[in-house]
């Protein structure tokens, strides 16, 4: 009843930009906190950058400056700019959100954590 949608990634040199995009969709009475998760190969899953329905923001210490986040609470969307990126941003990035659902038969009244398929980012020379 709730998809996340990834689009963007792709492979750019070192120095390069790459914008990812996620939109939400389905039964949604509203989202929390929107974020970008990313899990580079061997590695675990890591949490990259948060915002909260009010834009308040949080980035993982090895992104600041260098990634920004956004949202658009009115077409439940989250954006992740990446500028200056490096070799060790290399990893596929995951949309989550913490989403308010339209209760149903099959789904209880309550806030739900959703997971988007993960798009891969590669930065390299």
């Known amino acids: 009843q709730v998809q996340l949608v990834e689009s963007g990634g792709g492979s750019v040199q070192p120095g390069g930009s790459l914008r990812l995009s996620c939109a939400a969709s389905?039964?949604?009475?509203?989202?929390?906190?929107m974020d970008w998760y990313r899990q580079a190969p061997g590695k675990q899953r890591e949490l990259v950058a948060s915002i909260t329905s009010g834009g308040s923001t949080y980035y993982t210490d090895s992104v600041k400056g260098r990634f920004t986040i956004s949202r658009d609470n009115a077409k439940n969307t989250v954006t992740l700019q990446m500028s200056s990126l490096e070799p060790e941003d290399t990893a596929v990035y995951y949309c989550?959100?913490?989403?308010?659902?339209?209760?149903?038969?099959?789904?209880?009244?309550?806030?739900?954590?959703?997971w988007g398929q993960g798009t891969q980012v590669t930065v390299s020379s």
């Open positions: 989550h959100a913490e989403i308010r659902v339209v209760p149903s038969t099959h789904v209880p009244r309550g806030t739900y954590r959703y």
């Open positions: 389905g039964s949604i009475l509203s989202i929390n906190t």
